[in-house]
């Protein structure tokens, strides 16, 4: 197989290799993916990246050296990814792609490992559940959202990964003690005020 040194495009014999966890490559080359920073085995058994966001190495060295870190589940390296650095390549994840549909299950899927363990592993590392992590980072920017935009509510919503209006206002009351257009409003009266004693 003409694989050079990588990281290289994907060659169809690879990406079949891939779709088929085929353990007659393991060793041949290891694949990355670029979303998630994981590399694996060919025979991973997690489910198979996007061909796009996916690329192959000749070693797990070059691999390790482009910022690739070994999978948990088939690891790569031989060795295990150590649980501080595999949380944070899913909080890197979340942080970056909060807006979509994420449940422990997808990002399980993608950190390569079981949603029990990593609601466990994630808990003890960062003192939040998953869950309480996406909601978090959701509210945090709709907070952004709301005191520097004339976005609607349901907008804002939407554009957090909340799209159910209801839900998004009682669980931004819930972790803020306001509602969302009261917060804005808070916001806009504390800064007009602040414009005044500035005067």
Known sequence: MALRTGPEAMTDEAWQAIRNNDPAYDGKFWYAVRTTRIFCRPSCKSRPPKLENSCVFRTVEQAMEAGFRPCKRCKPTGLRLPDEEWIGLITDYIDKHYMEALTLGVLAEI???????????????TGKTPVDYIQQKRIEQAKERLTGSDQSIAEIGQSVGLANTP???TLFKKKTGH???GYRQLHNRM???EHIDGN
Not at 111 to 125: A, D, M, T
């Open 111 to 125: 950190g390569h490992g079981s949603p029990y363990h990593l609601h466990r592993v994630f808990h003890k590392i």
């Open 167 to 169: 839900y998004f206002i």
């Open 179 to 181: 509602t969302p257009a």
């Open 191 to 193: 800064t007009g005020e």
